[in-house]
């Protein structure tokens, strides 16, 4: 079965420490890759996305995530986090590159905490 | 901007009612999901449409059902509400294999 899994559940950090946050995913073919960020009390929405080309895909608010496809990762980092950072990401995965459906998978999510 | 809505934000249900969550987007994107956010557990997806009056069971469909009976309205529906339905619902839409863009949510409580 197709899975997403995001190694880490909670993760606390100070402010100005940088932030790697894991995903990988168990499907041999041609994916897209999204990182989406929920803010308390918000509505999800996308930090960055890759679908081909460069495999340092930069996204909102000074996200930045590789795609690895040897080992079939796409980890999130940020070089320094800030208080307003607090939110759960979640790791996602299109297995149905090209197809009509769009079907997404998720991974269980990591709450970020972010202490000033 | 893509703006999905959803009827409620939050509901309040009794056990064994049938109730009705409803989300419309204004994208005109053919595919519409539905998931279900429970803390631990990430999403999961309960149906999805790709198109009107099509679709997809997801990887809980038990206890649900859905329609789409117009390109923009994908509603949700739980024949006999039960305690282990309480949740959060998001609903979100997409243009084929693109990004997707999701309602704010609707919190539902059964009691």
Known sequence: AQS???????????????????????????????????????????????????PLVKGIKGFEAEFIKSKFSFNLRKPSVQWSDTAEYFCAVNLDRGSTLGRLYFGRGTQLTVWP | DVKVTQSSRYLVKRTGEKVFLECVQDMDHENMFWYR???????????????????????????????????????????SASTNQTSMYLCASSFRDNEQFFGPGTRLTVL
């Open chain 1, 4 to 54: 997403v899994s995001q190694h880490n559940h909670h993760v606390i950090l100070s402010e100005a420490a940088s932030l790697e946050l894991g995903c990988n995913y168990s499907y041999g073919g041609t994916v897209n890759l999204f990182w989406y960020v929920q803010y308390p009390g918000q509505h999800l929405q996308l930090l960055l996305k890759y679908f081909s080309g460069d």
């Open chain 2, 37 to 79: 956010q429970d803390p631990g557990l990430g999403l999961r997806l309960i149906y999805f449409s790709y198109d009107v009056k099509m679709k997809e069971k997801g990887d809980i469909p038990e206890g649900y059902s859905v329609s789409r009976e117009k390109k923009e309205r994908f509603s949700l529906i739980l024949e």
